[in-house]
Nanobody
Framework: QVQVVESGGGLVQPGGSLGLSCVAT????????MDWYRQAPGKQRELVAT???????NYVDSVKGRFTISRDNDKNTVYLQMNSLKPEDTAVYYC??????????????WGQGTQVTVSS
């Protein structure tokens, strides 16, 4: 059974930094493309960053240059380093692991989310 667990959220002042971690277990971690999403109150869930199995990365424009996604396959972990945080980064951050099965169907597994609050 695949489990996805985020950690590292909290309260930080504007301009500060925070690092999130996400551990995915139950399959070989190397097969997963990993995504970080966020959802602010009253807003739709938004894809923030993606890292593929070959460590290619992609970011939503609003976080480019401030957030960095990385992975450590030996630790079954993906990270999201967030710098120069803004109040508008306040949201619940979710991690998702996904991969394509032999049938072509994409399996995906979500974590429970971790709260990030940027406020003075």
């Amino acid at each position: 059974q695949v489990q996805v667990v985020e950690s590292g959220g909290g309260l930080v002042q504007p301009g500060g930094s925070l690092g999130l971690s996400c551990v995915a277990t139950g399959n070989s971690f190397r097969i997963y493309t990993m995504d970080w999403y966020r959802q602010a109150p009253g807003k739709q869930r938004e894809l923030v960053a993606t890292i593929t199995t070959t460590a290619n990365t992609n970011y939503v424009d609003s976080v480019k240059g401030r957030f960095t996604i990385s992975r450590d396959n030996d630790k079954n972990t993906v990270y999201l380093q967030m710098n120069s945080l803004k109040p508008e980064d306040t949201a619940v951050y979710y991690c998702k692991a996904r991969y394509f099965g032999l049938s072509g169907f994409e399996f995906e597994y979500w974590g429970q989310g971790t709260q990030v609050t940027v406020s003075s």
